[in-house]
Structures are given as structure tokens and as C-alpha cells.
């Protein structure tokens, strides 16, 4: 399995945003109009997180692999995006400004969401407002997320967590998982922190297999 295809066409655009441009970088497998398009969220902003983080970017490449077009971006007051900082909520309206802007980009394409810790957060919020056909989050902040059945996404969605993380712990992971109807297909990975040293790998490979075959057992080592 290839970590990332033969071509890869990136570009860097400012995205206009509810506070400002928002710096971005869309990477595209394939030239010419895409069928797939993924955002991807970055962790807290406040803790060093940017869209060049190592999880962000594998998550990009593993849209990449699967043919979508992956677009990365610096949410409000982090790199060259305009605006401050504001508490996950207009983070939140950042993503949705995002995925806005691709489906105007591409309006035949497919919206998938994915992200990080914080971005984990915004996507799942951002999932619950726009519809979107698949929805991933690593390690996500779940204390960051208030959900009912009527906010829960509705789309096929895939967790992923590692049980050595000492940000976002594990089992509180599960059980909040677990309470969700439907709950999403989770996968806990034995030994792996909060930042996936080591597995960025694993979790690439995780996301590929999840979208090519969901049946797949939700829990591997």
C-alpha cells in the first residue's frame, strides 16, 4: 500500500473566512475537477497546533491515497490567517467556511471532514451542521463536545484512539463512543500516545482500510 500517491499537485490558497482569510493548502492526487474532497481540522491553537501537524498530515495523505483532494488550514490567528483565537466556536465557523468554499470549488465532489484532538472537536460540531459523507476523528476532545441524538453526525464515522494517550483518555473515549446511537466504528490502538509517535503509519493504513472496507473489526493491535 502506497503512503501517498505518484503525483500530488499542492497549492496554497487564502480562503476567505467569518474572521478573515484563512491560510490553506490544498493537496490533489488527480488533475482536474475532484470527486472527493476532505478538510481536515488541526489540534488546539493555543498548544502549537497547525495544519502542518504530523496527524493532520497524515490524515491528508490518507484522502490522498483513497483519490480525494485533501484541504488543510490554519484556523483564525494561527500562520497567516486573519482573526483571534475563540474558544472553539469560531474554529468551528472557520471549518464551515472551508468546507463551504470546496463544495463551491467542487460542487460534484463528495465532503468528507476529518481532524485532530481540537480538530477532532470542530470536525465532529462542524459534521453536525453540514452534511458530510464521511467523517473521521483521531483522539478527539470529547470534553470540547456537547451531543444529542439530534446533533449527532450523521455519517459514516470512524474514531480512532490510542490507549497510552495522556490528553484524551482512552476509556472516556469508549464510553462516549458507546453512548452514541448509532455509535461510530471505533478503533483503539494498544500502546499508541496522544500524538502517534511511532504509528503514524498504522493510523494511515487504518483510515484507507476503514474507507475501502467498513466490515473490517473495529478493534485492531
Same mark, same amino acid.
Given at each position: !500500500?502506497?503512503?501517498?500517491?505518484?503525483?500530488?499537485?499542492?497549492?496554497?490558497?487564502?480562503?476567505?473566512?467569518?474572521?478573515?482569510?484563512?491560510?490553506?493548502?490544498v493537496?490533489?492526487?488527480?488533475?482536474?475537477?475532484?470527486?472527493? =474532497?476532505? @478538510?481536515?481540522? *488541526?489540534? *488546539?491553537?493555543?498548544?502549537?497546533?497547525? !495544519?502542518?501537524?504530523?496527524?493532520v498530515?497524515? $490524515?491528508a495523505?490518507?484522502?490522498?491515497?483513497?483519490?480525494?483532494?485533501?484541504?488543510?488550514?490554519?484556523?483564525?490567528?494561527?500562520?497567516?490567517?486573519?482573526?483571534?483565537?475563540?474558544?472553539?466556536?469560531?474554529?468551528?465557523?472557520?471549518?464551515?467556511? @472551508? !468546507?463551504?468554499?470546496?463544495?463551491?470549488?467542487?460542487?460534484?465532489?463528495? $465532503?468528507?471532514?476529518?481532524?485532530?484532538?481540537?480538530?477532532?472537536?470542530?470536525?465532529?460540531k462542524?459534521?453536525?451542521?453540514?452534511? @458530510?459523507?464521511? %467523517?473521521?476523528? @483521531?483522539?478527539?476532545?470529547?470534553?470540547?463536545?456537547? !451531543?444529542? =441524538?439530534?446533533?449527532?453526525? *450523521?455519517?459514516?464515522?470512524?474514531?480512532?484512539?490510542?490507549?497510552?494517550?495522556?490528553?484524551?483518555?482512552?476509556?472516556?473515549?469508549?464510553?462516549?463512543?458507546?453512548?452514541?446511537?448509532?455509535?461510530?466504528? $471505533?478503533?483503539? %490502538?494498544?500502546?499508541?500516545? *496522544?500524538?502517534?509517535?511511532?504509528?503514524?503509519?498504522?493510523l494511515?493504513?487504518?483510515? =484507507?482500510?476503514?474507507?475501502?472496507?467498513?466490515?473490517?473489526?473495529?478493534?485492531?493491535?
Amino acid at each position: !500500500m502506497n503512503a501517498v500517491p505518484p503525483r500530488l499537485a499542492s497549492e496554497r490558497v487564502l480562503i476567505p473566512g467569518p474572521a478573515g482569510n484563512l491560510e490553506s493548502i490544498v493537496d490533489q492526487p488527480t488533475p482536474g475537477d475532484a470527486t472527493i =474532497v476532505g @478538510v481536515v481540522c *488541526h489540534p *488546539h491553537p493555543q498548544f502549537g497546533g497547525t !495544519m502542518t501537524n504530523k496527524v493532520v498530515y497524515t $490524515l491528508a495523505r490518507a484522502f490522498n491515497e483513497l483519490g480525494a483532494t485533501a484541504v488543510r488550514f490554519n484556523y483564525r490567528a494561527v500562520g497567516a490567517s486573519e482573526g483571534s483565537y475563540d474558544e472553539g466556536n469560531g474554529e468551528t465557523d472557520d471549518a464551515l467556511a @472551508v !468546507m463551504a468554499w470546496a463544495q463551491r470549488r467542487w460542487p460534484a465532489a463528495q $465532503l468528507w471532514l476529518g481532524g485532530f484532538s481540537f480538530g477532532g472537536a470542530v470536525a465532529i460540531k462542524a459534521a453536525a451542521q453540514v452534511p @458530510v459523507q464521511r %467523517l473521521v476523528t @483521531v483522539a478527539p476532545a470529547i470534553r470540547r463536545v456537547t !451531543m444529542d =441524538v439530534a446533533s449527532r453526525p *450523521h455519517a459514516s464515522w470512524l474514531v480512532i484512539q490510542g490507549d497510552n494517550d495522556d490528553l484524551v483518555d482512552a476509556a472516556s473515549t469508549q464510553a462516549w463512543a458507546a453512548s452514541l446511537q448509532p455509535p461510530p466504528e $471505533l478503533v483503539v %490502538l494498544p500502546g499508541v500516545d *496522544h500524538f502517534f509517535h511511532g504509528r503514524l503509519n498504522d493510523l494511515r493504513e487504518i483510515v =484507507v482500510r476503514w474507507v475501502r472496507d467498513p466490515q473490517q473489526p473495529a478493534v485492531r493491535g
